[in-house]
């Protein structure tokens, strides 16, 4: 995605302050080594790359680096048929069918969706299922095939039962991967079938119930935001003022970044980014400052693109300008 230049960032460097830019990724350079790999059709180096790394929040985000890349659907089937005993390559298929899937649907209202599109979507996803229980099969232990069908499950609307057994297919191999946490938690929001007082409840079982220091905090902040997002104007913001809805946040926070315990590393960029539009909109200055000096002009789309979808960043410098910092 190409990245605009603002002159908002030219004033903020004048005033001492970092440029905000959107970060496709945490920083990580496999990422970039795997996607490029991926979009040269190089199976050697993404299967390193990919084999370099554990089962967990680490690797999906380099599964998702292979599944974003335009063409690995046109070489990862001639994988699967040379490797027929091997899950990789056909947990590297499922996940780029889901986004591909995603690509057909687009992300316009479903109103807005032609049949045709859905129809393709449905049958991408279908085939990413398939390919996803294969890998399962094959590596029982592994989440990242767990992970996949959770998304698919959305997609295809599987139902809640089966949506939490595939939820809770992950935890019991990888109990505070948070991706996984992240896809249960919309699948219980309002707008998925679910309700406001099922995903509050799953946030703060989900974030209380783990280690201080936990990135599971930042869905106590997710669902606030959630809570709001289904608000018209007016009541959303007479939500986020709320006594109560501030002292969640600021109790997860506690738990959870403010933590000493709290590791720098995976999706932790994206947790200070959640909390810091949480904290903003929530009219606490102070907490929005403190995340906005820790993630130091580094954007993440999520939950930015809530408050402007084609301009993440500008959302974010609007917001720390309006924080005083």
């Known amino acids: 995605m190409t990245l605009l230049r603002h002159w908002g960032d030219t004033l903020g460097k004048w005033a001492g ?8 990724d945490s920083g990580d350079p496999e990422v970039r080594r795997v996607r490029e790999a991926a979009a040269a059709a190089d199976w050697s180096t993404v299967r390193e790359v990919l084999d370099a790394r554990s089962e967990s929040d680490d690797r999906t985000e380099l599964l998702w680096a292979v599944g974003d890349t335009a063409g690995v ?7 699967v048929e040379a490797e027929p005993e091997s899950a990789l390559p056909r947990l590297v298929a499922g996940i780029r069918h889901i986004s591909w899937g995603w690509d057909a ?4 209202r479903a109103k807005d969706v032609s049949r045709q599109q859905f129809e393709v979507f449905h049958a991408r996803l279908r085939t990413a299922e398939q390919r996803l229980y294969e890998a399962a099969d094959r590596e029982p232990q592994w989440t990242s095939p767990w992970y996949g069908l959770q998304v698919t499950g959305r997609g295809l609307e599987v139902g809640q039962t089966l949506a939490r057994r595939r939820f809770e297919a992950v935890v019991r191999r990888d109990p505070q991967h948070l991706a996984s946490h992240q896809q249960q938690l919309q ?4 707008k998925w079938g679910g309700s406001h007082e099922e995903m509050h ?7 209380f119930g783990a280690p201080a220091g936990t990135h599971l905090g930042q869905l ?3 669902a606030h935001l959630e809570h709001w997002l289904s608000l018209d104007s007016g ?3 007479a939500y986020m003022s709320r006594s109560e809805v501030r002292a969640s946040l600021a109790e997860a926070a506690e738990h959870s970044f403010r933590h000493p315990d709290f590791a ?4 932790w960029i994206q947790v200070l980014n959640t909390f810091a539009m949480a904290f903003s909109l929530a009219g606490e200055r102070d907490g929005a400052r403190e995340c906005f000096r820790a993630t130091d002009g580094r954007v993440t789309k999520f939950p930015w693109y809530y408050l402007n979808g084609s301009d993440p960043a500008a959302a974010y410098r609007r917001q720390r300008a309006s924080a005083g910092r």
């Open 73 to 79: 659907e046109r070489w990862i089937d001639k994988v």
């Open 220 to 222: 106590v902040a997710i």
């Open 235 to 237: 009541p959303d913001a």
């Open 264 to 267: 720098r590393r995976g999706g």
């Open 187 to 190: 699948q219980v929001c309002e």
């Open 201 to 207: 409840a799953f946030a703060r079982s989900s974030a």
């Open 17 to 24: 302050r970092p440029a905000a830019r959107v970060q496709e």
């Open 105 to 108: 649907r687009t992300g316009a």
